[in-house]
T-cell receptor
Framework: EDQVTQSPEALRLQEGESSSLNCSYT??????LFWYRQDPGKGPEFLFT???AGEEKEKERLKATLTKKESFLHITAPKPEDSATYLC??????????????FGQGTRLTINP | GAVVSQHPSWVICKSGTSVKIECRSL??????MFWYRQFPKQSLMLMAT?????????EQGVEKDKFLINHASLTLSTLTVTSAHPEDSSFYIC?????????????FGPGTRLTVL
């Protein structure tokens, strides 16, 4: 059974204080690892897809990396508007049907000005 | 691109009534859409997978007679909560799947807040 564990559960940073969020996963065959951002009362917003170990993707202050067992979301010099819950999800190869996502519990990130 | 809308954004209804939620992919066609439920400070829980022109596939423990799903076109899926009760109050989110590279990316709607009195 595919599993995703995110840590920490919550993280408070000062504006400009860089850090990383962790996503550990076990999957039978990784088709893709996804990062989403979710603001309170809204649907998740797609950020990145990573396909294979060693891959990296960047968007503004965010950089996602992938190994065979985990993914990191690095946030550099964050701003208060980066405050949100960050969700990690994996998609595995399935014999038939749509490709479901298995989500982690998320990391609630708060950036204090 | 890849915009998904939901309607309504919030709804309040009386116990015993039925509520329909619409999910639309605005700028792409989606063979597959998904319906999730989210409780406060929890992650998304997949309820069902909706495929255009066929019956939905429900996750274990989800009552298919209570949560009716119809995927009538490549841009529209609906979720009807039948005979709603207070315990059905929740945040319902849909997503639409778009092929991207070697995988399918799910793009999410803004969610619908259901309150059953």
């Amino acid at each position: 059974e595919d599993q995703v564990t995110q840590s920490p559960e919550a993280l408070r940073l000062q504006e400009g204080e860089s850090s990383s969020l962790n996503c550990s996963y076990t999957v039978s065959g990784l088709r893709g690892l996804f990062w989403y951002r979710q603001d309170p009362g809204k649907g998740p917003e797609f950020l990145f897809t990573l396909y294979s170990a060693g891959e990296e993707k960047e968007k503004e202050r965010l950089k996602a990396t992938l190994t065979k067992k985990e993914s990191f979301l690095h946030i550099t010099a964050p701003k208060p508007e980066d405050s949100a819950t960050y969700l990690c999800a994996v998609q595995s190869f399935q014999i038939q049907g749509a490709q479901k996502l298995v989500f982690g519990q998320g990391t609630r990130l708060t950036i204090n000005p | 691109g890849a915009v998904v809308s939901q309607h309504p954004s919030w709804v309040i209804c009386k116990s015993g009534t039925s509520v329909k939620i619409e999910c639309r992919s605005l700028d792409f066609q989606a063979t597959t859409m998904f319906w999730y439920r989210q409780f406060p400070k929890q992650s998304l829980m997949l309820m069902a997978t909706s495929n255009e022109g066929s019956k939905a596939t429900y996750e274990q423990g989800v009552e298919k007679d209570k949560f009716l799903i119809n995927h009538a076109s490549l841009t529209l899926s609906t979720l009807t909560v039948t005979s709603a009760h207070p315990e059905d109050s929740s945040f319902y989110i849909c997503s639409a799947s778009l092929a991207s590279g070697s995988t399918d990316t799910q793009y999410f709607g803004p969610g619908t807040r259901l309150t059953v009195l």
